[in-house]
DNA sequence: CGATAAAAAGACCTAATTGTCTGAATTATA
DNA sequence: TATAATTCAGACAATTAGGTCTTTTTATCG
């Protein structure tokens, strides 16, 4: 199997844009993000642990505690989320796996992969979580999935 | 970490190019294909087992042996082998994991991603072997790798 | 202050992927 | 027919990703 984003990636992607929807100062609990996108909560909280020490998200704890946005969503795009969790490597990496593969000395199919990662990239990068989750307002179903 | 292709499939595709370039009727060892491109070779013996298994290379055993593509170059794309190894599962998987993402009902990132598909695939499907082979001709160097 | 409710942290388990090893089966050729 | 060269097959080890569990820490409320 081949994945772009990893799960864990997808996990925090999933519960940014949950916590983008969230009324400003209220904080959720794990226990309701997790329960909503259906995943194992254990599993959601060391994820957004690290989106904690990436300043991307805030905890609080202790009774009335969750999670919230670290910062405004005007502030935060999908490729903050991605660096956090998977890196951007593969950005880097010739797509055949050729360790000298560039622009110098480009693989057979280096000109596409190249389309397509520009295409990516703006896909993570240009708009903000203010936007996506604008766009996702009347979808609500996305962020309610059946157990 | 995340990749587009597994580390296996990375492997079919580089060795499917040599193969691409080896005079017709003589097949290539093993020990040749691994070395060049530095796989370890046994690795390369499973995933190419793979590839014979789906009559995508054709393999020669006993002294003489060796591995040759299994039909013409014409008629070979790399789709086939990221078929054969991969899968192409990851085409139809919203980017953000959302299950009950689609056309109808997309996640915020649906149409781009779908126009990164559209290069991905054009990148995988367009050429045949035949014309990758010619591109590489002139690169022989991203087929001798440094150890 | 004490009880309680929450996240933090880290140990631990499981499954998949990647990589290694050994021994067979097959074939050409001397 | 023996031998050497080769692929085939499967067991196994190491690493990484994915997922679970338990304990600790901290904030809030009564």
Chains 1, 2 share one sequence.
Request: aromatic share 6%; glycine share 6%; proline share 7%.
């Amino acid at each position: 199997m081949s994945l772009i984003f990893s799960k864990s990636c997808e996990y925090a992607l999933q519960a940014i844009l949950y916590l983008a929807r969230q009324p400003q100062g209220e904080p959720a609990l794990l226990r309701e993000i997790s329960d909503s996108l259906n995943i194992p909560h254990h599993f959601l909280n060391k994820v957004l642990q690290t989106l904690t020490r990436d300043e991307i998200v805030a905890s609080f704890k202790g009774s009335n505690g969750g999670f919230a946005l670290g910062r405004s969503p005007k502030e935060i795009t999908l490729s903050d989320i991605v660096r956090a969790v998977d890196g951007e490597s593969f950005l880097d990496h010739c797509v055949l796996g050729f360790p000298a593969c560039g622009d110098k000395n480009p693989c057979p199919v280096h000109p596409q992969w190249k389309r397509a990662k520009v295409v990516i990239q703006d896909m993570i990068h240009r708009k903000t979580l203010f936007e996506l989750s604008k766009e996702l307002d009347p979808k609500l179903e996305l962020l309610q999935q059946p157990k």
